[in-house]
């Protein structure tokens, strides 16, 4: 029997509702940080507003305790960039992520880092890092650099922070309206625990990281599960649970699978404004992301502008100047779109600012 065909629209709605954006969510912010595999973080208060889009009375504070409680963590992991996670999935998925971390931090320093041999660098990175004293990347890359002279500190300190030792990024740095520079321990010493190990044969992280993407982001390709978390050999993580899964088409004829019991809702179904925060994972956690972008804004997605959507779709991107908040469209609103668009701004500015000011400029 063929797979049946999900319109854009039908993925529009799935993703929404999967993604806590087509109604506020109901859930305890741990939760939502888990559900939703993490919340890129690299702008360390944008986390904020997205679960304040998708969570109903979401109060900053219970983020800032879960950061300080270690409960959550802020490290690199995902395609190299400083991911919001649990730690609870640090822990379990970080030993996944080492080649793919060390791939991507030497197609920017290859050259610099030409002579040096990683095992080493990771042992002596180790014995730097030994007395756990909070450290900026700066600071390891110049220890380091005692030892590697010709490289510099400044990819010696990359490729440890971002990929040789996994790191936690300390509070206050990812604390509500808190300013702070970047001081890191190991991700190890912070928690309390060890890493948890790669299983020999079996590629357990990746099946259980397919089944997490497919109930945040799904139904999806494997193109799409890679571009999300920038790992090889998920194929054959995916296949590997093949008969757990469903399988759909897009209207280009790529497959798509998901989980069964996921939501999916009928396409019809009304799609509330919503402000989205720089580098969303609803937007960029897609190889194909027309489900939610038109092709021509594509690039919005990585140059870190704030969106909105509207109908579900991305329609305009925001600022804050002077405590208001200015929504640029990306088209034309018909008067009933502008309203929501207005209402909804309003709601973000005083979660914000604690002011109301919204201005909608002309399309």
């Known amino acids: 029997m063929s797979a049946s065909t999900l319109s854009t629209r039908a993925l529009n709605r799935a993703t929404l509702a999967r993604q806590f954006l087509l109604d506020r969510a109901d859930v305890p912010v741990l939760d939502a940080v888990a559900h939703l595999g993490g919340l890129q973080a690299q702008e360390p208060q ?17 983020l800032d305790e879960l950061l300080i409680g270690r409960r959550v963590v802020r490290t690199h992991l995902m395609r190299r960039t400083i991911h919001l996670v649990t730690a609870d999935d640090a822990v379990a998925w970080r030993a996944r992520h080492d080649a ?7 197609g920017v320093y290859r050259r610099e880092l030409a002579g040096v041999d990683l095992a080493e660098l990771a042992a002596a990175a180790q014995e730097v890092l030994a007395d756990e004293e909070p450290r900026s990347m700066a600071e390891v890359g110049r220890a380091l650099a005692a030892r590697w002279p010709a490289t510099g500190p400044r ?14 990024q300390l509070p206050p740095r990812g604390l509500w309206r808190a300013k702070g520079g970047v001081r890191m321990v190991r991700l190890s010493s ?30 999806a390709a494997v193109a799409d599960l890679r571009a999300w978390c920038g790992l090889a050999g998920l194929p054959g993580a995916v ?4 008969g757990e899964l469903v399988s759909f088409r897009d209207e280009h004829g790529r497959e798509l699978v998901d989980l069964p019991g996921a939501p999916r809702p009928d396409p019809d179904t009304p799609a509330p404004v919503r402000f989205l925060p720089a580098f969303d994972n609803a937007v960029l956690g897609y190889d194909d992301r027309s489900r939610i972008i038109d092709h021509a804004h594509r690039g919005l997605s990585v ?3 704030r969106v909105v959507l509207v109908d579900g779709r991305v329609a305009a991107t925001w600022t804050v100047a002077d405590d208001v908040v200015v929504v ?11 309203a929501g668009v207005a209402e909804e701004g309003h709601a973000v500015a005083s979660f914000l600012t604690g002011g109301h000011g919204v201005r909608v400029e002309a399309s």
């Open 46 to 62: 944008e986390p904020f507003t997205g679960l304040w889009s998708r969570l109903r009375a979401f109060d900053p504070a219970a």
């Open 100 to 106: 793919m971390l060390r791939q991507r931090v030497l």
């Open 155 to 168: 990819p010696l300190g990359e490729m440890v922070a971002a990929a040789l030792v996994p790191m936690v």
């Open 190 to 219: 912070w928690l309390g625990r060890p890493i948890d190990p790669l299983v020999d044969g079996v590629d357990v992280v990746g099946a259980a990281l397919a089944r997490r993407y497919l109930a945040a982001f799904g139904p």
């Open 239 to 242: 296949a590997a649970i093949r």
């Open 303 to 305: 140059a870190g502008a």
């Open 328 to 338: 640029t469209p990306l088209r034309d609103f018909t008067g009933t779109e502008r």
